[in-house]
Structure formats: C-alpha cells, structure tokens
C-alpha cells in the first residue's frame, strides 16, 4: 500500500466550499438552491452510511430513517426543549454541536441493539425486522406529546447552515472511507461477498455486522439532527419508510459499495427530485391539466426499477473515485 | 363494549383475520415458489378494492335489484383486477430479473409497490383521497347473546374458507397444484422432469393476486373506505401473519393471519397504540425465538 501524500479529497471539498461561497455571496447562487446544496449534503451522510450497512457490510436494512429520526428528535429536544438555545448567541454553536453529536451517539445505541437480530437473520427477514424497527421508532415519537406527537417538534432554531453541514458530510465520507479501508472494512467486505468464507478465516462476523449497524445508525444519527435544524422541524412523517427507501434508491443508483457513487447519486436525486416538484408545478400551471405532486414519486419509482433492470450495479459500480480513495490497493 | 376478550371481539378477530388470510396465502405462495417476498402484494389487495368499486358502478345498472348476482359480479372483478396486475408485475418485473442476485428483486419489488400506490394517486380518475365504498349487501345484524353480528362476518368468514378450502383442494389434488408443490421444492429438478416453471410461477402470482383481490372487496365492504395507501399496512400484517405461520406454508398462513387478526383486535380494544403496534411486536418475537415460524418445520404442504 502506497499512502498518498496529497489528501485530494480535502482539497476537493474546501475547493467546492469556496466556489459554492463566492457564488452565493455574489448572489449568483440564491438562497433555494443553497438549501437544496445541504439538503444533497445531509442526504450524502445518510447515503454513505446506509451504504456501509447495505453496500459494504451487505445487511439488507430499510429502517435507515428510523435512526435520522432518533437523531432528530434528541438532538431537537436537547437545544429547543431543555436547553433553550438561540441562534443569535454566538456561544450556542458549541452545545448545538454537542446536541448533535448526542443524537448521533444516542441513535448508534438503537442502531447497536437493532444490530443483533442482524446476526440471526439474512436477506429478507433483515429487510422486513429493520423496516419493522424503524416504524416502531416512528410511532413511538408519533405518540410522545412531549416532542408534539403527531404535530412534530416545532419551532427548533436553525443552526445548520452551509459550513457545518459541509463539515459533518466531509468528515462522514471520511471516516466510513477511512474505515472501509482499514482491516475492519476488509472484514465488513468479506462477510458481503461470503459470510460463511469469512467466518472460515476467523472473522468475527457478529462483531462486524453490529459494528457496521452502530456506525451507520450514528452517522444517520447526525443527518437526522442536522436536517432537523435545517428545516426548523422534526416530524414523524419526515421518517416513513418512503423515506428510507429514497435513500435506498441513492445507494443502488450510485453503487452498491461505492461512496463516491453515493455522493454523486445524493446530489443528483435531490436536485432531480426538486427539478421534478418545480417542473410538475409548471407543467400543471401551464397547461391547467390537473398534475399532481405524486407524479414525481412516479418517476423516482419507476427509476428505481429501471435502474435494477437495466443497471443493476448502478452509476459507479463498486468503483470508487481516485478523489476518494486514500490507498491503492494492489 | 364489554369486556376486550368478548364474543364479539373474536368475532371481529376472525373477519380481520379472515383477510389478512386471504392477503397472507399470496405472499406465502410466491415465497414458498420464488424465495421473493412481493412488497407489491398489498397493492395488489388494494387493486382488487378499486376494481370492485368500479365494477359495483358499472353493473349496478345491469342487474339491477339482484343483490346476489351483483355481490358475484364484483368478487370475479376484483379477483380479476388482482389476478392481472399481479400477472403484469412477474412479468415485466420479476421475470427479467429471476436469476440475478435475490436483492435485486425485493428491490423491484419495493419500487413495484411505490410505483402502483403513487401511479394510483396521480391518477386524476382515482386520486390519492379517500373514497367510501358502496354497500354492495344490505347490512343486517343479528344479536347472538350479547354479541352483535353483523351479515359480514358471516360473508367474509365464508368466503374465505371457501376460497381457502379451493386453494387446498388445488394446491393437493390437481396436476397444476402437484407442479406448484415441485417448483417449490426444487426448482432445477422440476425443470428436469418437464415443468414449464415460468407458467407455474405465472399462475402462482396469478392466484395470490386473485386472492388479495378478493380480500380488498371484503375490506372494503367492512370498512367502507379505499385510498391507493390502502394496501400497505395490511400487505406488511399479512406478511408477518405469513412469517408468523412459517413463510411458504399455507395452513400456517392462515393460522398466522387468523392470530394476528385477534391479537390486533384485542390488543385494539385496549389502546389503539398498541394495536397497531403489536404486528411489529410479533414479527420481532417470532424472527427472535423461532424464526421458521409455528408451522415452518412441516416440510411436507410447502409449496
């Protein structure tokens, strides 16, 4: 292995912070495109740690919204219910963070223990458990009127703004990259391709499966209290199992394995997906026909089954970007 | 009301189950047949809701006043809207896809399902709000003790068994259930022996969806209301019903969906939170403690 000196990754990303600044701060970029840029961002970290369950570890989940949704609702309490943080205090930053963090660390514990039915069960029933899990995640917020039941948290303050969501989807593609890379990863890698090959070699293949689940429930964690702070709002339906399937679908069109995929795949859907609420509105506008909003799930569905039957290793494959990468691998 | 472990609440038990069964006995078929589980089964169920409602519509003035003849008509429609998109769904999305990786189709699947339920609701004809759906039989009730029965118990606990007891006799004694009962087993060998296995697939989908057809009519005569989102809670209830009786197996589908039918009741009539999420709840256990569910083991009715 042969470590790079430059970390071009880094230089990527600070190149696209400054870029996306300067064409903001010349109002070249307005304020609707900028939220739809860090709602890509907060869709990168939960496409690439649902990759790391899916893609890399190859644990079928569909509960992935369930842990955005414990993130959201911890972090939403802690800085508007208890700790009552404004954001006109410039010295509310630091406890925001630290409330996202505790979110992220609160939906890992749910992601950990969600982990153990992964070790009995395969394939489907994984699928169906986690999709299980992350409804009762769902109804159980729906039913706490502490957090607003079914009105949702209101009123939380905006803390997220460009920078720090920059920041955790920089350090999220890290990490899960630095980590896919260590020999942790090679052994999430192993149990994907040959579960019973790994455990052969000595892999300890419950450790990894429910080590893949606490990673990637925290990172979700993280994304759920960011885009509560984004929107102002932490609702249960922002959680629904559509929703995890919307993730779903990034990771399959960008790659199964593939961050760089991921990434690509969650800035392409979310402007896709915006493209298509603005062109429905304009189309039914136009042509006074009555098009509904459900069109554009239509098109993401029928995407997603075009994508499995005519594509089915999606964009990038199980390549990952030389920007990305860290290490050559021989 | 009563006690929550009244008369009338099994009673009320057995109708629920009594559909889920009907939905259950699909999704347990093309498992036992496939090893997919069809996430577009429910809509194939909510399919069979809104095929009778239009049919209800446009026979009602054909054979108007026979209540029975109408009642006959809608149940073939309904069968025959599921029936045929469950056809068009293995055909343009499963088959392709039959021997890639099991993923790529549960995840066809899930497309299948967001694609039906939103193409449904972006239809201007259907649309994505509620609709009441007409009574079709005059309801009557009928007092047994302290319990009130209403003539759809009756209706939906007959028409289940007797769609249940044509399956069994089907899937047991006919040359076409003997080939089901072989593709289930092994797929290579029954090729071997000459079965054209996609045909057998074909009408497998064919008659789940007949069946969940069917259970939309019942749901939407007894709880008179269909939306195109209809079919996803009770899709996922009959397949944990499934899970629960040991997926690929059908008495224990029917067993399954017949608990889950009471167990959701009960649990209901005692707070509707709980109700809803004891399907859950269940599915967890039974995956936990024994995850080839009550009947799994009988190798002997897999199909």
């Known amino acids: 292995m042969n470590v790079r000196k430059l970390p071009r990754f880094l230089i990527a990303v600070v190149l696209f912070y400054i870029i996306v600044e300067i064409l903001y701060k010349t109002e070249i970029l307005n304020g609707y495109l900028l939220h739809i840029i860090n709602l890509s961002l907060i869709y990168v970290i939960l496409a690439t740690s649902l990759n790391l369950i899916n893609g890399i570890t190859g644990q079928f989940s569909l509960g992935h919204m369930g842990f955005a949704a414990v993130g959201a609702y911890v972090s939403g309490s802690l800085t508007t219910l208890i700790l009552k943080l404004s954001v006109t205090n410039p010295a509310s930053m630091l406890p925001f963070l630290l409330s996202i963090i505790a979110g992220g660390v609160v939906a890992a514990f749910v992601g950990f223990l969600i982990g153990f039915p992964s070790l009995r069960l395969k394939g489907d029933y994984l699928a169906i458990v986690t999709l299980g899990f992350g409804e009762i995640i769902r109804t159980i917020f729906n039913n706490i009127d502490a957090v607003g039941g079914p009105r949702g948290l209101l009123g939380i303050p905006k803390f997220s703004n460009f920078t720090v969501i920059l920041v955790a989807a920089f350090l999220t593609v890290v990490i899960i990259r630095n980590l896919i890379e260590s020999s942790h990863g090679r052994a999430m890698l192993s149990i994907r391709e040959n579960e019973l090959a790994a455990e052969l070699v000595g892999i300890n293949t419950t450790r990894y499966k429910v080590m893949a689940f606490t990673f990637g429930a925290f990172f979700a964690g993280i994304a759920g209290g960011l885009l509560a702070h984004l929107i102002q709002l932490a609702h249960p339906t922002q959680f629904g199992f559509i929703k995890s399937v919307e993730v779903l679908i990034m990771i399959y069109a960008g790659g199964v394995g593939s961050l760089t995929g991921s990434i690509l795949a969650a800035f392409g859907l979310t402007f896709l997906s915006e493209g298509l609420r603005l062109g429905i509105r304009a189309l039914a506008d136009a042509t006074g026909l009555p098009i509904g909003g459900e069109w554009r799930m239509v098109v993401y569905a029928l995407l997603l089954i075009f994508i499995m039957l005519f594509r089915n290793e999606g964009l990038m494959g199980m390549r990952e970007s030389r920007i990305i990468k860290n290490v050559e691998v021989d | ?303």
Not at chain 2, 160 to 176: D, E, F, H, N, P
Not at chain 2, 224 to 246: D, E, S
């Open chain 2, 1 to 303: 009301m009563g006690s929550i472990f009244s008369l009338q609440q099994i009673l009320n038990g057995l109708q629920l189950g009594s559909i889920y069964a009907l939905i259950a006995l699909g999704y347990t078929m093309v498992y036992g047949i496939v090893r997919l589980i069809n996430f577009a089964h429910g809509d194939f169920f909510m399919i069979g809701a809104y095929a009778a409602y239009g049919s209800f519509y446009m026979f009602n003035a054909l054979v108007a006043g026979r209540s029975g003849t109408l009642a006959f008509l809608v149940l073939l429609a309904a069968m025959i809207g599921g029936a045929s998109i469950a056809y068009l769904t293995n055909k343009f999305a499963y088959k392709p896809l039959r021997y890639k990786p099991k993923l790529s189709s549960l995840i066809t699947a899930i497309g299948v399902s967001m694609f039906i339920e939103y193409f449904f609701s972006a239809l201007p004809a259907i649309g994505p709000s509620y609709r009441s759906f007409p009574d079709i039989i005059v309801r009557k009730e009928i007092r047994l003790g302290n319990a009130v029965i209403s003539n759809l118990v009756i209706i939906d606990l007959a028409v289940a068994a007797i769609l249940m007891v044509g399956l069994t006799l089907l899937v047991r004694k006919t040359t076409l259930g003997k080939a089901m009962r072989a593709v289930s087993q092994d797929k290579d060998a029954a090729r071997l022996m000459g079965i054209d296995i996609e045909k057998v697939i074909s009408f497998t989908f064919m008659v789940g969806g007949a069946f969940a057809g069917a259970a939309g009519l019942l749901a939407g005569m007894t709880y008179p209301r269909i939306f195109p989102y209809m079919g996803i809670l009770p899709g996922l209830k009959a397949f944990i019903a499934a899970v629960l009786g040991g997926i690929g197996n059908i008495p224990g589908a029917m067993l399954g969906a017949y608990i889950m039918g009471i167990a959701e009741t009960f649990a209901s009539a005692y707070n509707s939170l709980i109700g809803e999420g004891i399907a859950f709840a269940i599915l967890i256990l039974v995956l936990l403690i024994r995850p080839r569910g009550l009947l799994g083991e009988k190798i002997a009715d897999k199909i």
